[in-house]
Structures are given as structure tokens and as C-alpha cells.
């Protein structure tokens, strides 16, 4: 096992690619984590999703249309850095990671996707030996429109839910898996192209585990899943193959639990 990048009572940070950490470890209680998504998504962004390599995708970045010019200028920034590749893609390493999640996890699996890819996830975690159960939603008020006008946006991002064999047990009663916050955002928002906000994580970490659970975070990103494990007592491995965002991460937990949460990103 590499030495750790950050650790501290709670939470044990690796600076590696989850594909070199995974193999190493034991079983743990859950995987709960944000992985990058399908390199076509990225491709969309960056505006090569027409056959001539220049689409209204592409036009639409640049310049702004319409009514939805303030959108695409306050989140320029963070898409061109998607459309620049900053946190790779999951194309090539999806089974393989799926494989790993299903051999070391006790209980529940949460892994998020892009739309278009949470049937590959369903169906590499039913091949690792999980139990598919359900496909959850963070509900996002304020997503970003669709900036060319000549389709819907997408106000949503799907959850793929699974569990090792046997007997399930959740925080959750009969209440369904559809979470509603905002995007992360404003000067409490992480140096991320794409952090999840503190509060969607809390709740689905308050749902899915309980106190003293070791959960792991095979992509850390910005260190919401770790920092929400932190707060409600559960302890966390998080991986992270970018060692920007592994500085980042650390920063943040390692400010303590006032500073910590005194402040959330809504």
C-alpha cells in the first residue's frame, strides 16, 4: 500500500489511480463515489460531437445564445476545463473499477454517472456478484440550461444503486432515492470542475451507512464524500489520481470540524 497522502482519526487520502489502491484493500462497508464520466460527454462539451467536428454544441460555448448568455459565461471556466480533460474519463476502467467494488464491498454501492452510462454501471456490477436495486437521482433546481436552445437540458444526474448478496438494510424507510440540492457554488465551492455539494452527500451518507462504517471514494475529486464521512462519524478512504485536487482535499480536512461545516456550499 502507498504511503498515504493525507491522514487523519477519519478519513485516509491516496494520491494514486484507484486501479493500483483498489486491489490492496480488505472489505469495507460501502463504496460511495463521482467518477469521471463517459468521454463522449466530455467530447459534447469540448463541441466534437458532429461528424464535422465542430458542432452547435461547440458554437454555443463560445458564444453564448440568447436569454441563456449569463449561464454559459459564469460556468465558462469550469467546462472549458471539462472539455480540456482535467479529470479523464471512465471508458477504459469502468469493469475493471466495478470488478474491485464488487469484490471488497459488505454493503451498499453508490456510484453516479452521466445518463447515457449508468446502464454499463448496473450491468458490471451485476457481473462482479452485486445486486442491482435501484437507479437514484440528484434533482439539481439549478442546473445549466442547454445552451444552443434546440433540445432539453439535463436537470438530473442518475445514481446507480447496488448491494452485495444478502440482506439489505438503509436509514431511509420507504422514502424513494431522489435527492434535491443545488450545485455547488459561490466562494464555498471547491477548486473542481465538478464537486457534489456537501449537503447532497451528508444525506446519502446519513442514508446508507451508519456510524463508524468505513466507506471508501475510489475518485476523491473535491473531497465532499470524505468530508460528509468526517462529519457524521463514519471513517473514509478516498482516492484520488490528480494531485491538485489531492491538495485540495487535504486543505479541506484538514481545517477541522468548525471551519469545516460552518459554511456549506449551497
Same mark, same amino acid.
Given at each position: 500500500?502507498?504511503?498515504?497522502?493525507?491522514?487523519?482519526?477519519?478519513?485516509?487520502?491516496?494520491?494514486?489511480?484507484?486501479?493500483?489502491?483498489?486491489?490492496?484493500?480488505?472489505?469495507?462497508?460501502?463504496?460511495?463515489?463521482?467518477?469521471?464520466?463517459?468521454?463522449?460527454?466530455?467530447?459534447?462539451?469540448?463541441?466534437?460531437?458532429?461528424?464535422? +467536428?465542430?458542432?452547435?454544441?461547440?458554437?454555443?460555448?463560445?458564444?453564448?445564445?440568447?436569454? %441563456?448568455?449569463?449561464?454559459?459565461?459564469?460556468?465558462?471556466?469550469?467546462?472549458?476545463?471539462?472539455?480540456? +480533460?482535467?479529470?479523464?474519463?471512465?471508458?477504459?476502467?469502468?469493469?475493471?473499477?466495478?470488478?474491485?467494488?464488487?469484490?471488497?464491498?459488505?454493503?451498499?454501492?453508490?456510484? %453516479?454517472?452521466?445518463?447515457?452510462?449508468?446502464?454499463?454501471?448496473?450491468?458490471?456490477?451485476?457481473?462482479?456478484?452485486?445486486?442491482?436495486?435501484?437507479?437514484?437521482?440528484?434533482?439539481?433546481?439549478?442546473?445549466?440550461?442547454?445552451?444552443? +436552445?434546440?433540445?432539453?437540458?439535463?436537470?438530473?444526474?442518475?445514481?446507480?444503486?447496488?448491494?452485495?448478496?444478502?440482506?439489505?438494510?438503509?436509514?431511509?424507510?420507504?422514502?424513494?432515492?431522489?435527492?434535491?440540492?443545488?450545485?455547488?457554488?459561490?466562494?464555498?465551492?471547491?477548486?473542481?470542475?465538478?464537486?457534489?455539494?456537501?449537503?447532497?452527500?451528508?444525506?446519502?451518507?446519513?442514508?446508507?451507512?451508519?456510524?463508524?462504517?468505513?466507506?471508501?471514494?475510489?475518485?476523491?475529486?473535491?473531497?465532499?464524500?470524505?468530508?460528509?464521512?468526517?462529519?457524521?462519524?463514519?471513517?473514509?478512504?478516498?482516492?484520488?489520481?490528480?494531485?491538485?485536487?489531492?491538495?485540495?482535499?487535504?486543505?479541506?480536512?484538514?481545517?477541522?470540524?468548525?471551519?469545516?461545516?460552518?459554511?456549506?456550499?449551497?
Amino acid at each position: 500500500m502507498l504511503r498515504p497522502y493525507y491522514q487523519d482519526e477519519a478519513v485516509t487520502l491516496y494520491h494514486s489511480d484507484c486501479r493500483e489502491i483498489l486491489p490492496q484493500l480488505e472489505l469495507v462497508d460501502h463504496v460511495i463515489t463521482d467518477p469521471p464520466y463517459a468521454r463522449d460527454v466530455y467530447l459534447r462539451v469540448r463541441g466534437d460531437d458532429s461528424p464535422g +467536428g465542430k458542432s452547435p454544441g461547440q458554437r454555443g460555448l463560445v458564444k453564448p445564445l440568447g436569454a %441563456f448568455g449569463s449561464a454559459a459565461v459564469g460556468n465558462g471556466p469550469r467546462l472549458q476545463r471539462l472539455a480540456a +480533460g482535467d479529470i479523464g474519463h471512465i471508458d477504459y476502467m469502468l469493469d475493471e473499477v466495478a470488478a474491485q467494488i464488487g469484490r471488497i464491498v459488505r454493503r451498499w454501492a453508490l456510484v %453516479f454517472s452521466d445518463v447515457e452510462t449508468c446502464h454499463r454501471w448496473r450491468c458490471a456490477l451485476e457481473a462482479s456478484g452485486m445486486r442491482y436495486v435501484r437507479t437514484g437521482a440528484w434533482v439539481k433546481p439549478d442546473a445549466m440550461p442547454q445552451m444552443t +436552445g434546440d433540445r432539453p437540458a439535463v436537470g438530473f444526474e442518475p445514481c446507480t444503486i447496488a448491494h452485495a448478496q444478502g440482506a439489505m438494510r438503509w436509514n431511509g424507510g420507504g422514502r424513494q432515492a431522489l435527492w434535491t440540492h443545488f450545485i455547488a457554488k459561490g466562494h464555498a465551492r471547491p477548486d473542481h470542475p465538478c464537486p457534489k455539494p456537501e449537503p447532497l452527500m451528508v444525506e446519502i451518507v446519513s442514508l446508507f451507512t451508519d456510524p463508524g462504517e468505513l466507506i471508501v471514494d475510489p475518485y476523491g475529486g473535491s473531497g465532499t464524500t470524505a468530508v460528509a464521512a468526517k462529519r457524521l462519524g463514519r471513517r473514509c478512504i478516498v482516492i484520488e489520481e490528480k494531485e491538485q485536487f489531492c491538495e485540495g482535499m487535504a486543505r479541506r480536512l484538514a481545517q477541522g470540524a468548525l471551519a469545516l461545516f460552518g459554511e456549506q456550499a449551497v
